[in-house]
């Protein structure tokens, strides 16, 4: 059990005032219990949400994306487009805790707008030679 003194102003009633009269405080014991939470046990690992991207030279329709934990075709990290490939198309699902079974199907693929702009396919298009 911990104590903690609270110190009052006689004059206005508040703690730690800025009044002229801090000489005359008048103090308070205030008995309280504090419980430090126990560790508890380590819990079941939890299912995982999941994005799978991929490029493509066209916006209109989504890639077939299979229902399985690991699609081919399909890669867990976010794609740099290219001027061939300039749409990078991104669905989510969820998996379990060590990613061998799906537990929520693929969403429908989606054109990620936040890619990174344009990368050259050569050198030779960096300075337009």
């Known amino acids: 059990m911990r104590y903690y003194n609270k ?9 730690n005032c800025g ?9 308070e014991t205030v008995n309280k219990v504090i419980t430090v939470p126990k560790e508890g046990e380590q819990g079941e ?15 209109t329709t989504p890639p077939n994306i ?10 867990s ?6 001027e061939a490939l300039p ?5 989510q699902g969820y998996v379990n805790f060590d990613g ?7 969403s429908t693929p989606v054109v990620d707008l936040d890619t ?5 396919e050569s050198d030779d298009l960096i300075f337009d030679i």
Not at 45 to 59: C, E, I, P, R, T
């Open 116 to 120: 990174e702009p344009l990368s050259p």
């Open 77 to 82: 990290t976010p794609l740099q487009t290219t």
């Open 100 to 106: 061998t079974e799906l537990v929520v199907n693929w």
């Open 45 to 59: 690992a939890g299912d995982k949400l999941v994005f799978k991207y991929q490029l493509s030279s066209q916006n």
């Open 7 to 15: 110190r009052y102003c006689p004059n206005c009633n508040k703690r």
């Open 19 to 27: 009044c002229s009269a801090k000489s005359a405080f008048a103090t």
């Open 66 to 75: 299979q229902q399985v934990p690991n699609p081919s075709g399909w890669s």
């Open 87 to 91: 749409y990078r198309w991104v669905s």
